[in-house]
Each structure stands twice: as C-alpha cells, then as structure tokens.
C-alpha cells in the first residue's frame, strides 16, 4: 500500500512559471491579443528578456503563438482529407498505433497486472512546471504511467494518482520525472533520441483507442468517429469519447487532439484553454519545421 509523501517544493525553472503565465493570458484574450509588454510584465520579465525566454521554451515567437490561438486553427485542421488510416498508410507503417513509436512506445499491463492496481509495482513520481503550468508525472521501469496536469490543490493531485495505483510503493524522485517532462516539452528532439516508453492500464479498449491517439500527428486533429473507424469500431463514438477522457498519460497520449466533428473545442480534462494552447503550440511548431 502506498503513502503520500511529502509535498515539499522542488526548484522549479521560473522560466517555464513566466512562459506559462504568458500563455494562459494568450489564450484568455486571443480575441484581442496583448502586447509584448503586457505579456512581459505578466512574467514578470524585460520585454527584450521575456521574448527570448518564451522563443526559447515554446519555439515559436509570442506573436505567433497568438495568431494559431486567433485562427480557428483546430476547425481548419479537422477539414483537411487525411483520415488516420490514411496517414499510417501513407508512412508505410502496418497500422496507426506505428506512426509515431519512433517518439512513443507504448506497453500494455497484464490482464493480473490491472486488477492488481499496482502491488508490487515502484512508481517515481514528481511535480514540475510546464510551459502549460505545474504538472505531476510518475514513471515506473517499463514507462511513464502517470502524467497529468495540475489545475488546483496540488495535494488533490497527488491524491487522485496515488488512488488510481493503490498497491504501488510511490518515491518521489523530481530528478528522474524532470527528465521526462523535459523531453515532453522540448520545441525541437536531440538527434537519436530514442522512443520515450509508457506503461497503460486500461480495458482492451481503452488502450486500442489510446494506441490510436498516437496515429495523429502534431500539429493535426481528429474526431471522436475518426478514432472510431480507425479502430474499427465506427459506431461507439460515444465510447471513444469515455476513453479519451480517462487516458491516464495526458499529452504523450495526444488525447487533446481529439474535438468534435464541428470543430468545437469542448471539455477537455485540464480545461479547454489548456487544450487551445496546446494545439496552436503543436500546430505552431510543425508548421516552423516545415518551412
């Protein structure tokens, strides 16, 4: 049975503080988007400072960030042709949960592994800030099972995670869990870097339409009947849906590139305007690298 460990502060990078800060004003006032100067004193920062800093951590300039907040960005990306089957074969990969192991590999527990919700199981586990704020990731030795972003009490959230691997022995270990949400977050990948490996606990469900989020590429999206059909399965949108909402590993498995076919970007898990940023962060990045 695991405990709670303590919650004592770890020493965050301020800069990802400042560039989250910004980027949550990005997103509250897209429709009028703020200055430079805004922006750089809500970090708290030299406009001349806060414009490197953020380029830096996003990739991307906070003017452009702005202009994939502003337009519609996730709509026009939805009508493109490219279906999920398609892009997998069209990358001559033998089906869509291929098309992005290069980056994610992905494990799946045992049927006795899931019931046992963790016994005998070492998880690591810490809380850092993002570019999309704090967040809190645990890491076993198959993979990150764990990531999630914190939108309250920070107790809350380790509270919620520690319920979902009851049988776990939790470590805090902030050196090992920073390395990972670096490697999320970085604008651009090392050369080489190998494949990052998760570790999912789910029904056979839940983890075929998990394994297929990872068919969508950066930068697109895809409705809840694309990842239907893509599994085979096109009439349980609806069941999509409940699986899309309970991925246990928020953003290495792209569930906040899933919208309805409208275009509507609604409930997200951490809120919709976190899943608005994330969107033009990806769009912005694919779209700099294809150039």
Request: proline share 7%.
């Amino acid at each position: 049975m695991n405990t709670l460990p303590d919650l004592a502060a770890d020493e965050d990078e301020p800069r990802h503080e400042a560039v989250a800060r910004a980027i949550a004003l990005l997103v509250e006032q897209r429709d009028d988007p703020p200055d430079l100067a805004t922006l750089a004193a809500e970090a708290g920062l030299h406009p001349h400072h806060f414009q490197r800093v953020f380029s830096r951590w996003v990739g991307i300039s906070p003017k452009r960030f702005a202009q994939y907040l502003r337009l519609d960005h996730a709509r026009r990306l939805l009508s493109a042709p490219t279906s999920l089957l398609d892009a997998a074969l069209d990358t001559g990969l033998s089906g869509p949960s291929r098309l992005h192991d290069l980056f994610v590999t992905c494990e799946a527990m045992t049927p006795g592994d899931w019931k046992a919700r963790g016994a005998g199981l070492a998880i690591r586990w810490g809380l850092h800030s993002s570019p999309f704020g704090r967040c809190i990731v645990g890491v076993t030795d198959r993979g990150v099972c764990w990531f999630s972003f914190v939108t309250g009490d920070e107790g809350a959230a380790v509270a919620e995670f520690a319920g979902e691997w009851p049988g776990a022995e939790l470590v805090r270990d902030q050196a090992a869990t920073a390395a990972v949400v670096a490697r999320m977050f970085a604008p651009v990948a090392a050369p080489d870097t190998p494949p990052l490996p998760v570790l999912l606990r789910g029904t056979n469900f839940q983890v075929k339409v998990w394994e297929a989020l990872l068919s969508i590429p950066p930068g697109r999206v895809a409705s809840y009947g694309d990842v239907a059909a893509a599994i085979g399965r096109p009439t349980a949108s609806r069941a999509v849906g409940g699986a899309v909402g309970s991925n246990p590993v928020s953003v290495l498995i792209p569930c906040h590139r899933v919208i309805r076919a409208s275009g509507i970007l609604h409930t997200y898990r951490w809120g919709s305007s976190k899943k608005q940023a994330l969107l033009a962060w990806e769009a912005g990045l694919t779209d700099a690298a294809a150039a």
